[in-house]
């Protein structure tokens, strides 16, 4: 089954293992029983169906709790139930108050339980549980849980809205768990090429095409036209430019079902302005205002945010842009 986004939008592993250990003078091999370890089973996911709901449930409320706590506790929660990309989003968020749009905020105030998709296969760390939740304008979020060892429990990494009309194609059994994507998986493009490619055709203002990953979504198309708008605003006043560098440490790929691959990621935007000698004064937009505490700049402004993007990567032909968000997290000027 396929996963679909509205149109109408925009936008501990819980199973252990116990180990037995045999030790003391005279237990030697002809003990019954005592013989080789068994082979590692790396064609069926580590934790069942509804352990994994389980989980998806607890971490995706411990999020919402960190998002709905006060100042003085959120910080805390927000480490002790977010990692990666999440972690970082949420944090800028909370810099800017109500008026970031994030998605690790927008998809924990849901109405439907969280629909678990996909459990990475095999006993093998770390691992990985695919959520899809409902934000509360009625999108389709995807949701990353991971967890890189047997001591650290599963935590919410990365979470991304659905663009409209777009969809993932399906995975596989939850029983028999979805492959991590490695080097030797078929794709028509590894996911380190497609976000170098991805990240440099949105550069501004000399972008370079992309040509393994389509550039025609509307996250992408809208990053483009923006950049354009507020240079041709700024006239003779002030430049532009504006870089995307990925953050490869925050990448993480599922197999589909098939062939294929589900990649999530993490970019970083940095819009550099820069006034001419004829520009004598630049006003901030509030959101920068409130993190430099500045209403107006005279020589520059430097502005970083994050982009969470997933793709879908085919085994032939290019991929696309399933599901983006952004928030503004950092602001400097003078």
Not at 71 to 87: D, H
Request: proline share 7%; aromatic share 4%; charged share 15%.
């Amino acid at each position: 089954m396929t996963l679909s986004a509205p149109r109408h939008v925009i936008a501990g592993a819980l199973a252990g293992a116990l180990a037995l250990g045999v030790a003391g003078c005279g237990a030697g091999a002809s003990l019954v029983g005592v013989g080789d370890a068994p082979a590692q089973v790396t064609t069926a996911a580590p934790i069942g169906r509804d352990a994994a709901q389980k989980v998806a449930e607890r971490v995706l409320s411990q999020a919402a709790a960190a998002q709905a706590a006060p100042a003085t506790q959120a910080q805390r929660l927000r480490t002790a139930s977010l990692t990666g990309s999440a972690l970082a989003v949420a944090d800028a968020a909370a810099k800017l108050g109500s008026t970031a749009t994030s998605p690790t905020t927008a998809p924990l105030t849901r109405t439907d339980p969280p629909k678990v998709l996909a459990v990475s296969r095999g006993t093998d760390w770390p691992r990985v549980i695919l959520v899809q939740t409902t934000s509360g304008e009625g999108a389709a979020v995807l949701n990353l849980l991971t967890s890189p060892d047997a001591a650290t429990p599963f935590r919410l990494s990365s979470s991304v809205t659905m663009q409209p009309g777009t969809e993932v194609a399906a995975l596989d059994p939850l029983d028999e768990g979805s492959p991590r994507v490695t080097a030797a998986t078929k794709l028509a493009v590894q996911p380190d090429e497609l976000l170098t490619e991805y990240a440099a055709s949105l550069a501004y203002p000399k972008p370079t095409p992309a040509k393994a990953v389509a550039t025609n979504d509307p996250f992408s198309t809208a990053v483009r036209a923006n950049a354009a708008a507020q240079a041709k605003a700024f006239g003779t006043l002030a430049t532009l430019q504006q870089k995307h560098t990925v953050h490869p440490v925050q990448t993480v790929s599922l197999a589909l079902r098939g062939g294929g691959a589900l990649v999530f990621s993490l970019l970083e935007r940095t819009d550099t302005i820069t006034l001419k000698p004829g520009g004598k004064s630049l006003t901030p937009s509030a959101e920068f205002q409130r993190l430099v505490g500045k209403k107006a700049l005279s020589r520059n402004a430097v502005l970083r945010s994050y982009e969470t993007v997933a793709f879908t990567v085919p085994a032939e032909g290019k991929a696309s842009v399933v599901g983006a968000d952004e928030v503004l997290f950092s602001a400097k000027g003078s």
